[in-house]
């Protein structure tokens, strides 16, 4: 499973896909995501949504019901909601942590229960791809090459993500500035 640097990434790339551009919205009062926002405010946003499922972890659950579609969609109509209810905006919260749940599901797992609770509330079962596209994240600080092991898994996301990510947003940018 990835780090919050991957998850962040993800929730920019998918989200930023997705996410409208101008349209005023409540979120944009706070000069957050409306048409004289910087163009990183939307994308930090959506790369924080990218990165919520994971506080499961403080609830002792992890992989669990935050790791679903059902949560996904929930996301989705939190992010309609909050922007005055864009659809556009609902699509984009939904994409960023439901890029979270499918990275997981790609990633390696190496603490049991394998895999993310993907489909609840359709189904209770624990879904893990065979891709490994990802490092397993190391959470055991204390054994050697922790260190290593986990920087390298971090530089692999940011080779894999970052170039999409970077050009999803440049062209968001490029569309806001109307060239
Ligand atoms: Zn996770």
Redesign the pocket.
Known sequence: ?PSPIG?ALGGALFGGLAAPRGAATTVDRRRWTGPGAAWWRPALLLGLVGTL??LDFVLGVH?RYT?SLGAAILAGIVGWWLSGRQLSWGLAFAAAYGS?VLF?WLGDDTTPPIG?MALWPFSQGFYQSDLHLFMAISRRYWLPGFWAYNLTAVAWELVLLGPPAAAVWWWRARKTAGR
């Open positions: 499973m998850h499922p994971d992989s790791h979270h997981d993310v």
